[in-house]
Nanobody
Framework: QVQVVESGGGLVQPGGSLRLSCAAS????????MGWYRQVTGKQRELVAS??????????DAVTGRFTISRVSAKNTVYTVYLQMNNLAPEDTAVYYC???????????????WGKGTLVTVSS
């Protein structure tokens, strides 16, 4: 059983900052990558930022220079990643989802697990 849980969303004024947290836990053996996606109602889910194991961060053009994804930390089979979002704009309003591409005791290949999302609203 694997759980992916996001937190940290909320209402913020334009130009403000938020920090999102994601924790993946359960019978995890290893991870390949963790990342953040966002989705606006009626639109496709899009990649915001991702961090591969042993790799460099990857950002969408829309958030480069404003958002920072942390390296994945692992402690007692809990894998955590953060997304620091600065200089937020109304177009950043969306539900933000965390995805963890992991291998578990049930399968030794990597597949993505998703959280339920956290809402970020940027508005004055």
């Amino acid at each position: 059983q694997v759980q992916v849980v996001e937190s940290g969303g909320g209402l913020v004024q334009p130009g403000g900052s938020l920090r999102l947290s994601c924790a993946a836990s359960g019978s995890i053996v290893d991870f390949e990558s963790m990342g953040w996606y966002r989705q606006v109602t009626g639109k496709q889910r899009e990649l915001v930022a991702s961090m591969a194991k042993g790799g460099n961060p990857n950002y969408s053009d829309a958030v480069t220079g404003r958002f920072t994804i942390s390296r994945v930390s692992a402690k007692n089979t809990v894998y955590t990643v953060y997304l620091q979002m600065n200089n937020l704009a109304p177009e950043d309003t969306a539900v933000y989802y965390c995805s963890a591409k992991i291998a578990t005791m049930a399968h030794d290949y990597y597949i993505p697990y998703w959280g339920k999302g956290t809402l970020v609203t940027v508005s004055s």
